[in-house]
């Protein structure tokens, strides 16, 4: 964090110079760092090159440019889903910036042996792409290395998701509040969501407006692998879906 303040401060300092002031601090100042990521997609730039889309640890969503990304040696590290050490460089922090990179592990090829983890990725991706560019979200990039690593295990792979979407909603500020009660402060027994606060309800409490809420399934109480049934998947997918449409995609105008 102590380095990223000081390279966007040098950058700001750069900014404000005059041009052939810039250029010489930018020469001698330029902004770097290293991290690990998982490769979201790449487009082509030219004959040669790519822009390659990562989910970085500590610095989020971010594209950067990597020279010669179309040859054959290069092509095989770029596939989606693999997990990356990276370096950035460039020469002001909003610049595209330069890539470089090796592997830590080739997860595309298990990835292309499941049509469901492949049709898991690009949904990961297109959720991930809902946050701000470059906005560090740790937790998240935690959760998307666990999916990868579980889609051999289509029941854990299930249950990840779904607490990945929750996960979701929170880091864009709309997180539910699944402690308590919100109409009575009970702590147990919360089997409901109530659609418009977004926070818990007790079975009590819930049951004369059962038809109106949405239900809380119950493994989300749990701790991650404790397993899942069908209808508490489909459960979670709903409340998932239901704040991320009110909150996230219909705002954006996404649907």
Same mark, same amino acid.
């Given at each position: 964090?102590?380095?990223?303040?000081?390279?966007?401060?040098?950058?700001?300092?750069?900014?404000?110079?005059? =041009?052939?002031?810039?250029?010489?601090?930018?020469?001698?100042?330029?902004? *770097?760092?290293?991290?690990? $990521?998982?490769?979201?997609?790449?487009?082509? +730039?030219?004959?040669?090159? %790519?822009?390659?889309?990562?989910?970085? @640890?500590?610095? $989020?969503?971010?594209? $950067? +440019?990597?020279?010669?990304?179309?040859?054959?040696?290069?092509?095989? =590290?770029?596939?989606?889903?693999?997990? %990356?050490?990276?370096?950035?460089?460039?020469?002001?922090?909003?610049?595209?910036?330069?890539?470089?990179?090796?592997?830590?592990?080739?997860?595309? /090829?298990?990835?292309?042996?499941?049509?469901?983890? +492949?049709?898991?990725?690009?949904? !990961?991706?297109?959720?991930?792409? =809902? +946050?701000?560019?470059?906005?560090?979200?740790?937790?998240?990039?935690?959760?998307?290395?666990?999916?990868?690593?579980?889609?051999?295990?289509? #029941?854990? /792979? #299930?249950?990840?998701?779904?607490?990945?979407? !929750? @996960? !979701?909603?929170?880091?864009?500020?709309?997180?539910? *509040?699944?402690?308590?009660?919100?109409?009575?402060?009970?702590?147990?027994? =919360?089997?409901? %969501?109530?659609?418009?606060?977004?926070?818990?309800?007790?079975?009590?409490?819930?049951?004369?407006?059962?038809?109106?809420?949405?239900?809380?399934?119950?493994?989300?109480?749990?701790?991650? $692998?404790?397993?899942?049934?069908?209808?508490?998947?489909?459960?979670?997918?709903?409340?998932?879906?239901?704040?991320?449409?009110?909150? %996230?995609?219909?705002?954006?105008?996404? !649907?």
């Amino acid at each position: 964090k102590t380095g990223a303040t000081i390279r966007n401060a040098s950058a700001k300092w750069a900014s404000t110079l005059p =041009l052939e002031f810039a250029s010489l601090w930018s020469n001698l100042h330029p902004m *770097d760092w290293q991290d690990e $990521g998982i490769i979201l997609g790449t487009r082509r +730039l030219g004959e040669t090159s %790519v822009i390659a889309e990562l989910m970085t @640890r500590e610095h $989020g969503r971010h594209q $950067g +440019l990597v020279k010669g990304g179309r040859s054959s040696k290069q092509q095989p =590290l770029l596939q989606i889903g693999n997990h %990356v050490a990276v370096t950035w460089r460039a020469r002001l922090d909003e610049h595209l910036g330069q890539y470089t990179m090796e592997a830590i592990e080739f997860s595309a /090829a298990k990835l292309m042996e499941s049509q469901m983890a +492949l049709n898991g990725m690009q949904l !990961l991706a297109s959720h991930l792409r =809902l +946050l701000p560019d470059r906005d560090p979200h740790p937790s998240l990039f935690e959760a998307l290395i666990a999916i990868i690593s579980h889609f051999d295990q289509p #029941v854990l /792979a #299930v249950e990840f998701m779904a607490r990945f979407e !929750l @996960r !979701l909603l929170e880091e864009l500020g709309f997180g539910l *509040d699944l402690t308590e009660c919100a109409a009575t402060g009970a702590t147990q027994d =919360l089997i409901y %969501v109530s659609p418009k606060s977004g926070r818990a309800v007790c079975r009590e409490a819930g049951k004369p407006w059962a038809d109106k809420l949405l239900t809380l399934p119950q493994f989300l109480e749990d701790r991650p $692998g404790c397993g899942l049934d069908a209808p508490s998947a489909q459960a979670a997918w709903k409340l998932a879906a239901f704040f991320l449409e009110r909150d %996230v995609w219909k705002p954006r105008g996404i !649907l």
